[in-house]
Structure formats: C-alpha cells, structure tokens
C-alpha cells in the first residue's frame, strides 16, 4: 500500500511540473508559448530528418568510394600500395636538398629569366593559392608574383622524435621569404616534418616530445610573426589513429589560445591506405586540409603513367584526383577546408617500348617541371582519359638504344585540373613545389586565368589526338583562339568516341550473336534430328554448355554484373568437378583393368 501511495505522489509531481512548465509568470498557460513550442519540435524534427539525410548520403558515397579501394582492388593494384610507403615530400628533400643534385638547370647557361609572372600587375585571386617553399630553393623570393599566392608553407621543421626539438629549421629564424611574403599579403605557415610509421609512433606516444614541440612552435611563430604551422606527418599508422587526433587538437588548441589567429593545416594522403584519420576529430581543429595529388605513378608502377591522374577507367589505377576528393567529402571534411596540391614535377620511367603505359624497364626519376621543359625535346602528347601530357623518346645507351616515358602536367592539362577544383568547389589548390618551374610563366599565366575569374568550364579536358610540336616549345603563347580549337576537338573526338569505341561494338556484336544463335538453337531443338545430334552425345553436350558458359561471363563481366573474384569461383568449381570426372573415370579404369 505505501508502494502504491509513493508512485501516486511521483505522478502528481510529474503532472505539476508539465503544467507549471506551460504557465506564465503570473500563473496563466499561453497558447503562444504552446504553439511556439509546437512549432520548435516541428522545426527540430525537419532538421533532424535534413541531417540523417545528409548522414546517409555520405555513407553512400564513402561506401561507393571503398568500394574502388577494396581488398581486391589493392590486391590487382599492388603496386600503388607500396607507392604510399614512398614519402615524395622526403624523397626531394634527400635528393633535391642536396648540393650535389645532378638534375638542377642553369638557368643562366639557356638563357631563361628568373622572374616574378607580371610582377607589375596585382591579381585578384578567388580561390587559395597554397605553396610549399622548399629551403633549398633559395632566393626564389625575389622571383614571386605574391598577388597569385595565398599561403606559403616554409619546408621544414625536422622533428625529433625522441625530445620534440629541432633536429633543424632550415633558417626559418633567419629566411627574408617570411618578410617578403608579409610585405605583399601573403601568410607563412612553418611546415613541421615527420615521415615513416616507426617515427611517427616514437613521437606521438611520447607527451613529453609533444608538449616541447608545441611549445618551440610557439616561439619560433612569435619570433618570426608567422601565421601558423602546417603538419607533414607521413605514414601514421592505423594504430596511432587516437594519438594522432589528440596530437593535433592539443596542438590546434594551444596555438589558438597563444594567438586566436593562428592556423594549423596537414597534409593527408591521396590514398588513406592506413585509415589513420579520426575526421570526426580532426575537422574542428584544422583549418585545411591538403590532398596530396600525385604520386599515383612512380618508383614502384609497373607501367609508366600519369602522376596525377583525374580519371582511371579502365586503364589506369583506380585511384585518382577524383576518388581523392571525394573520400574525404565523404567523410564529411567540408569542401571549404580540402585544398588539392598538384604536382609541378614529373616522372620518367625506362620503358619496354614507345606506346602509352608501356611496361616498365626502370624508374629513372623525378624531374621538375623546369628540367622536362628545357632538357627533354620531344612530341608532346595528351592522355584525355587521366588529362596529363606525356611523351616518348629515346636515348642513346652503351649497348643498345632505350625507349623513356616521361608524364607531367602542362599549362593545358593543369587547365582542367583547376577547373575540376572548382566544379568541387575546394578552397583552392596547392603547389609542390615552388621554385620548380623557375624559368616559365606558363603556369602561373593558367593560375591567373582560372582563378581570377570563378567560370567552370564544361568538363572536356584535352584530347589524346592532340600532339604538339615539341617540349622546347612555350606555352605561354596559348590564348583563347587555341581554347576554343581544343573544345571544338575534344567535342567532336568525344563523339566519334562514343561512336567507334571498339569496347562498345565488340559488346553489342556478342550480344547479336547471343540473341540470334541462341533464338536459332531454341528453334532447332523442336527438330528431333537436332535435338539427337546435340545430345546423343557427351562429347558434344559438353563442348556447347562450356562455349555458352563462357561467352555468358564474359558479356557478364563486361557490363560488370559479376566481378573477377565471381569469375574465380565459377571457374575453380568447373575447373574442379573436370578434375574429379578425370579422375573417376581413371580409377574406374584401374579397377576394370584388375585380375
């Protein structure tokens, strides 16, 4: 009984609160206060509804995108896999970082200006312009249009993972780019190195390493009145996942509270091969995120191929800018914080022979966008499908003469990239690495055209029919007229494609002999003469069911309703019950043969 007499008390209470819950201050219940709430629920339920909606679009399109970067892909892509583990930021700083670089260009020797792009004109840029300043590039200040750059990134503190010191600044305290750069507008971040998992977990499970690096950042941004720090850390594993996320919101929060207008950027991969990133962390603490677009052919590739491919169909890897882009608005990473770094260098490989991914001899090398222009002489030409040119030629060897391949981006193709940027609607992009260019004014005069004026152009690219003359040749004398030839071009080669792809009329042809035939057999099977000659004999039962089998997978696997894993199976379980019809009718075979 005192039970139930406690429970009523309960619920008298309950009742008591709701309604004093709706009463004024003077003690009378309003219907505003009631149709206000009415409506707040409403609104709440609508914007819920928004949001799960949102939620599952973005699950949808990050499941669509693993799909691309699934356990089969990476095991037929293997060597975009060991790709990743090729630090491309530390490999120029182990080579090009040394005075002993053999490939460096004397610019003076070929007569090439080292000049600022229209240093007499200021641009008006509508996106951001970031680029990473490597210290042995020197001078280069003097030779910088800063209209055209939003952000610089000073390249490198080197950290020590076992204190959190310097192991060197490369004179950040000492650098005249810092003044230049803020004379002019431009901000200057300085860029903190790390690469390589073992490093990257000595450091950051190491809080007393952390809490010292944060604290010389400080200082050496205070000293040099530097806009904030840029995080290069390449190679966290999954395991360092957490620490890697605390690391940097510690880090995001203790430089805001030193001066509120600090930034922290980092760079990410183009592949998140190790799904090392905790966005739901990171995106609150970091101001920018920088994709690192290339390196998606190099040192390891089978084949020779764009470094920075936009597309792959079914030639290249599947792993592009695109599906770069994409994972991470997928993960929810807004499209206002992902800044796309395109690569102003190339690679070249020796190769088996001349044609377009041709397999591989030997990795010859990056070379910067300088190099190729001045020391490669060849036809260039154009790959539409990963939009970047490339070319082929030959050298004069010891024993024998040898094909190379050479893939970077031009003036044309770096064109289409930031228009891609734009239909994205990024922050901007990025450049490694200034400097690479010195010498050309080509791509700076595409940054100023596309940039300074918000247009998306439609999605055309350049044509692969496209040939110019040779890489010795300046770009900088394209204008508009040569614009509209290629739109028309790729227009009408796009058309013609679609017409005479030989994918498509060889699929359509097999579809015609798949119909047909196989109305004609149906047909003839009302004929008992037919139906004996097919089927009277196992021999020839057996020889039609494999030819429709198999001419059934491949139409299958062409439309992609079956994958190549499917195809597997299917053709081990054959391949399986042939072998045990052998080897039954071999054993039935022993025992008829036995006394």
Same mark, same amino acid.
């Given at each position: 009984m005192r039970c139930v007499y406690t429970m009523f008390l309960c619920f008298l209470l309950v009742i008591s609160n709701v309604i004093s819950a709706s009463v004024e201050p003077n003690g009378a219940p309003t219907n505003s206060s009631y149709q206000s709430s009415?409506? =707040?629920?409403?609104? %709440?339920? $609508?914007?819920?509804?928004?949001?799960?909606g949102d939620v599952g679009k973005f699950k949808k399109d990050l499941k669509k995108i693993e799909k691309k970067l699934s356990f089969l892909n990476f095991f037929h892509h293997s060597d975009s896999a060991k790709l990743s583990r090729q630090y491309i930021h530390q490999h120029h700083q182990l080579t090009k970082g040394k005075k002993t670089y053999p490939y460096k260009v004397d610019h003076d020797k070929l007569g090439l200006k080292v000049e600022a792009f229209n240093d007499t004109t200021e641009f008006k840029l509508d996106y951001d312009v970031f680029g990473f300043y490597p210290y042995w590039e020197g001078d280069l200040h003097k030779s910088l249009n800063y209209s055209l750059l939003t952000t610089i990134a000073y390249f490198s503190y080197e950290v020590d993972v076992t204190t959190g010191n310097p192991k060197t600044t490369h004179d950040w305290e000492t650098t005249p780019v810092i =003044?230049?750069?803020? %004379?002019? $507008?431009?901000?200057?971040?300085?860029t903190v190195t790390n690469f390589g998992q073992t490093n990257n977990k000595a450091f950051l499970t190491n809080n007393n390493a952390i809490n010292t690096l944060i604290t010389q950042l400080k200082s050496l941004l205070e000293k040099r009145n530097g806009n904030g720090v840029c995080l290069d850390f390449e190679g966290v594993a999954n395991a360092q996942k957490a620490d890697y996320a605390k690391f940097i919101t510690l880090l995001s929060q203790e430089l805001k509270k030193a001066n509120k207008e600090y930034l922290v950027y980092i760079t990410v991969p183009g592949v998140d091969?190790?799904?090392?990133?905790?966005?739901?962390?990171?995106?609150?603490?970091v101001d920018r995120f920088l994709i690192m677009g290339y390196g998606y052919y190099g040192s390891t590739s089978k084949v020779a191929g764009p470094v920075d491919l936009l597309n792959s169909g079914k030639i290249w890897e599947p792993y592009n800018?695109?599906?770069?882009?994409?994972?991470?608005?997928?993960n929810q990473v807004p499209s206002s914080k992902l800044t796309l770094?395109?690569?102003?260098?190339?690679?070249?490989?020796?190769?088996?022979?001349?044609?377009k991914g041709s397999k591989v001899a030997s990795f010859i090398g990056n070379r910067t966008y300088d190099y190729i222009k001045s020391k490669i002489v060849a036809p260039i030409q154009y790959d539409s499908l990963s939009q970047s040119a490339w070319c082929s030629y030959v050298v004069a060897g010891k024993g024998e003469n040898k094909f190379r391949q050479c893939w970077f981006d031009n003036d044309s193709t770096l064109g289409v990239k930031l228009n891609f940027i734009k239909e994205k609607k990024l922050a901007g992009m990025g450049i490694w690495a200034l400097g690479y260019d010195k010498g050309y004014t080509d791509l700076w005069q595409v940054i100023a055209t596309n940039f300074c004026n918000t247009t998306v152009l439609p999605e055309d690219g350049i044509s692969t029919s496209t040939t110019i003359?040779?890489?010795?040749?300046?770009?900088?004398?394209?204008n508009s007229s040569m614009v509209q030839f290629w739109d028309k071009l790729t227009n009408i080669e796009g058309l013609l494609r679609e017409v005479t792809n030989y994918k498509t009329v060889l699929l359509f042809t097999m579809s015609f002999i798949v119909l047909f035939g196989g109305t004609g057999f149906v047909i003839a099977m009302f004929q008992p003469n037919t139906r004996m000659f097919f089927f009277c004999n196992t021999a020839y039962t057996v020889y039609y069911s494999a030819f429709v089998l198999l001419f059934l997978l491949v139409i299958l696997r062409w439309v992609n309703v079956i994958n190549n894993l499917s195809i597997a199976l299917i053709l081990g379980f054959i391949t399986g019950g042939v072998a045990i019809y052998f080897i039954t009718k071999i054993v039935e075979q022993i025992n008829n043969n036995k006394p």
């Open positions: 009415k409506k =707040d629920k409403k609104k %709440a339920s $609508g914007d819920l509804k928004k949001a799960k =003044d230049s750069a803020h %004379a002019n $507008g431009t901000k200057v971040l300085l091969w190790a799904k090392s990133m905790d966005f739901e962390t990171l995106i609150p603490a800018l695109t599906t770069s882009v994409d994972y991470y608005l997928a770094v395109l690569p102003y260098y190339g690679s070249i490989w020796e190769t088996e022979t001349a044609n003359d040779s890489l010795s040749v300046d770009s900088t004398k394209s």
